[in-house]
């Protein structure tokens, strides 16, 4: 039950804020699980920290930035819908639940890379395109820690 309270908190973690991490800690040293919670508390702060946008810039995108987190947050929900199945499981998972939820896991990967490169292409028609690669690694970094924390929560099949 542990577990699956843990597993549940990290999956919900990706759309819900918690407070920040200390600011006084350079960006260098902080731990994943800190900037997880300064990308919870924050996410479009440390976006707009990271990217140096002119004002003309801003103005244009923030509305594609809005629009892009609120088409990612499909996919990233049956992804952790399928986590948390898998958790409540427990040790009672079947062949046909595994493969299940793995596909409901890669069809949510699939289309989030499908977000990410329809983003990246509006992204290059309203900024130059090393501030649209900017932001693009930005959000990568952000989702790889966010996703490598709740890795770190879900345990392996058994």
């Given at each position: 039950?542990?577990?699956?309270?843990?597993?549940?908190?990290?999956?919900?973690?990706?759309?819900?804020?918690?407070?920040?991490?200390?600011?006084?800690?350079?960006?260098?040293?902080?731990?994943?699980?800190?900037?997880?919670?300064?990308?919870?508390?924050?996410?479009?702060?440390?976006?707009?920290?990271?990217?140096?946008?002119?004002?003309?810039?801003?103005?244009?995108?923030?509305?594609?930035?809005?629009?892009?987190?609120?088409?990612?947050?499909?996919?990233?929900?049956?992804?952790?819908?399928?986590?948390?199945?898998?958790?409540?499981?427990?040790?009672?998972?079947?062949?046909?639940?595994?493969?299940?939820?793995?596909?409901?896991?890669?069809?949510?990967?699939?289309?989030?890379?499908?977000?990410?490169?329809?983003?990246?292409?509006?992204?290059?028609k309203v900024l130059p395109a090393r501030k649209a690669a900017r932001y693009v690694q930005i959000e990568n970094k952000m989702q790889a820690i966010v996703r490598y924390e709740?890795?770190?929560?879900?345990?392996?099949?058994?």
């Open positions: 039950m542990k577990t699956f309270l843990f597993a549940a908190g990290c999956a919900i973690a990706l759309s819900v804020f918690m407070p920040a991490a200390a600011q006084e800690k350079a960006a260098t040293q902080l731990t994943s699980a800190e900037w997880l919670a300064r990308i919870q508390a924050d996410k479009k702060g440390v976006v707009a920290k990271s990217m140096d946008l002119t004002p003309d810039e801003a103005n244009r995108f923030w509305p594609l930035y809005d629009a892009f987190q609120r088409e990612l947050a499909v996919p990233q929900s049956a992804s952790n819908r399928a986590a948390l199945d898998y958790v409540a499981a427990d040790h009672k998972l079947t062949d046909a639940n595994a493969q299940r939820l793995m596909e409901q896991v890669l069809a949510a990967a699939k289309e989030e890379a499908r977000l990410h490169d329809r983003h990246f292409r509006r992204l290059l709740s890795a770190k929560a879900i345990p392996l099949v058994q």
